[in-house]
């Protein structure tokens, strides 16, 4: 048998004490604020990362960032030899095309939305020694003046090109040199054509594409 003073300790509740709730409570606590911190952050971070790229793309007429290649560069820079004054490229990516334009001692400037883009483009132009005559600033192309510049570089899109043409049509000198790169213009009649394929550079001066005569 079993002794009755002992089926009587077994019969009684343990006793927690309330520190220990408290003691456990604080831990949950704890661990929901740092998952939730951590939750938190990642998504805080993915947006400042991902909304540079992810606006562009939500706006009527874009320009999706993609790389130049080296034969792109080696033809745009073809299009600019014995091209004098300032450069500007529209939508300027990492900067490949305004760092080389410096390169071969041309001011160059590069618009871009991205502001990531922007500031590693800067970086590179520091890095190769031409952040003297390389800039780059955060902007929407369609409300930069482009009047200053008597060279203009562009990595279009189809349904943007119309509109580029009327704009630079009115903007620029009749100096002015107009360089495209993957598409084409689709009025104008190109001065020069350099490459093929996707590494096809059409150039246009601004005396042909009005026709001797500004408007």
């Known amino acids: 048998g079993v002794h009755p003073g002992t089926l009587q300790e077994e019969s009684q509740p343990r006793h927690v004490s309330p520190a220990s709730f408290e003691d ?13 911190g951590m939750v938190g952050g ?9 909304t540079p790229f992810v606006t562009p793309a939500l706006r009527k007429v874009c320009l999706p960032f993609v790389p130049a290649t080296t034969k792109q ?4 820079v073809k299009m600019l030899r014995c ?11 990492d900067g490949r ?15 871009e939305l991205n502001p990531w883009l922007v500031w590693y483009s800067r970086y590179r132009a520091w890095r190769e020694g031409v952040h003297g005559s390389a800039k780059f600033y ?12 008597s060279n203009v570089v562009i990595f279009g899109v189809p349904q943007m090109m119309q509109l580029l043409e009327k704009k ?18 689709p009025h104008w009649t190109p001065d020069h054509i350099t490459g093929e394929g996707i590494d096809t ?12 005569e500004k408007r």
């Open 73 to 76: 560069i080696e033809n745009v």
């Open 83 to 93: 091209r004098r004054g300032s450069l500007v490229d529209i939508g300027s990516g």
């Open 168 to 185: 630079l049509e009115l903007e620029l000198e009749d100096d002015a040199r107009v360089i495209a790169c993957r598409f084409p213009f």
């Open 42 to 50: 990642t998504l805080v971070a993915v947006y400042a990362v991902a």
């Open 201 to 212: 550079v059409w150039a246009y001066d601004a005396r042909t594409f009005r026709g001797g």
């Open 138 to 149: 955060i902007s929407d192309l369609w409300k930069v003046t482009f009047s200053p510049y």
């Open 97 to 111: 095309i305004v760092i080389a334009a410096a390169k071969e001692g041309f001011t160059a400037v590069g618009y």
């Open 24 to 36: 456990s409570s604080l831990k949950k606590s704890n661990w929901g604020f740092l998952i939730t």
